[in-house]
Nanobody
Framework: QVQLVESGGGLVQAGGSLRLSCAASGLTFSLLNMGWFRQAPGKGREFVAAVNWSGNRTNHVDSVKGRFTISRDNAKNTVYLQMNDLKLEDTAVYYC??????????????????WGQGTQVTVSS
């Protein structure tokens, strides 16, 4: 079975930081690429960041560039999202996902075939 388990969400004041983790199991992880998406209340799922499994290539949506950083630890089969200078508009459920298509740099939800359960991030003023 394929399983992705996110953790690290919570309630934080604007300007604060959180680090999300996503532990993966059930696949040969060295062959895969990973991404983070988020879904705000009443909104569709939005691409946040992507990383290849070698860890040397990343992409971040413009709204989080310079504040969020995606990374991975292959020894732990875990991908991270470091979130700094959080803003009210960052409030969302955050999901990690496995890219099942060729190429690592995709912002398309349809290119990701496996999803975690999500972790809630709430930013207050």
């Amino acid at each position: 079975q394929v399983q992705l388990v996110e953790s690290g969400g919570g309630l934080v004041q604007a300007g604060g930081s959180l680090r999300l983790s996503c532990a993966a199991s059930g696949l040969t992880f060295s062959l895969l690429n990973m991404g983070w998406f988020r879904q705000a209340p009443g909104k569709g799922r939005e691409f946040v960041a992507a990383v290849n499994w070698s860890g040397n290539r990343t992409n971040h949506v413009d709204s989080v560039k310079g504040r969020f950083t995606i990374s991975r630890d292959n020894a732990k089969n875990t991908v991270y999202l470091q979130m700094n200078d959080l803003k009210l508009e960052d409030t969302a459920v955050y999901y990690c996902a496995i890219n099942v298509r060729n190429g690592w740099n995709s912002a398309l939800e349809s290119d990701y075939g496996y999803w975690g359960q999500g972790t809630q991030v709430t930013v207050s003023s």
